[in-house]
C-alpha cells in the first residue's frame, strides 16, 4: 500500500476513527488494532512476507513474557541472546545470504576452486525488514533493562 495510492487514502482515516472515536481510552483494543492495521499495511505488498514479521512478533512476544517471569539472571540473559540471534539470523538470511554465497564462489574460484553450481535467494528483499527485526530486537532489550 503506497501513501499516495487511493487504498491508504482510505485506510488512515478508518484507522483514525477506529483508534480516536470507537476503541476511544481502551487501550488493549487500541493496541490491538494497531497491531492488525501494520499487518495489513504491510500485507499490503506482498502477503508471503507476513509470516516472517508474524514470526518475529511471535518469538520476542513470548520471550518478552518469559524475561520478567525468569528467576535466574542466566535464564534471563539466555532469552534475551535467544531473541538478538534469532532475529539476527532472519536479517542476515534474507538480506545478506546471497552477498557471502556470491563472494564464498568467487574467493573459492580465485584460488582455482571451480564451482559452477550454486543457489542463491531469488526472491526480492522483504521490505523495512532490518527496520521491523531491529524494533522487535528493541522490544526484547527494553524487557531485560526493566524499561
Given at each position: ?5 487511493l487504498e491508504?487514502?482510505l485506510?488512515l ?14 487501550l488493549k ?15 499490503w ?14 518469538v ?10 525468569s528467576?535466574s539472571?542466566?535464564l534471563?540473559?539466555l532469552l534475551?541472546?535467544?531473541s538478538?540471534?534469532?532475529n539476527?539470523?532472519v536479517l542476515?538470511?534474507?538480506k545478506?545470504?546471497n552477498?557471502?554465497i556470491?563472494?564464498?564462489v568467487?574467493f ?11 543457489r542463491?535467494?531469488?526472491?526480492i528483499l522483504p521490505?523495512g ?19
Amino acid at each position: 500500500m503506497l501513501f499516495n495510492s487511493l487504498e491508504f487514502l482510505l485506510f488512515l482515516p478508518l484507522f483514525f476513527i477506529f483508534y480516536w472515536f470507537v476503541f476511544n481510552k481502551n487501550l488493549k483494543y487500541q493496541n490491538s488494532l494497531i497491531l492488525c492495521c501494520s499487518y495489513i499495511f504491510y500485507g499490503w505488498w506482498d502477503y508471503r512476507f507476513l509470516s516472517l514479521i508474524f514470526l518475529s512478533t511471535i518469538v520476542d512476544f513470548i520471550i518478552g513474557l518469559n524475561i520478567p517471569k525468569s528467576n535466574s539472571e542466566k535464564l534471563k540473559k539466555l532469552l534475551l541472546w535467544s531473541s538478538i540471534l534469532f532475529n539476527i539470523g532472519v536479517l542476515g538470511y534474507f538480506k545478506y545470504y546471497n552477498f557471502f554465497i556470491i563472494s564464498l564462489v568467487e574467493f573459492l574460484n580465485s584460488i582455482g576452486i571451480e564451482i559452477n553450481s550454486f543457489r542463491t535467494l531469488n526472491i526480492i528483499l522483504p521490505v523495512g525488514i532490518s527496520f521491523y527485526t531491529f524494533q522487535t530486537m528493541s522490544y526484547t532489550i527494553d524487557i531485560y533493562r526493566k524499561k
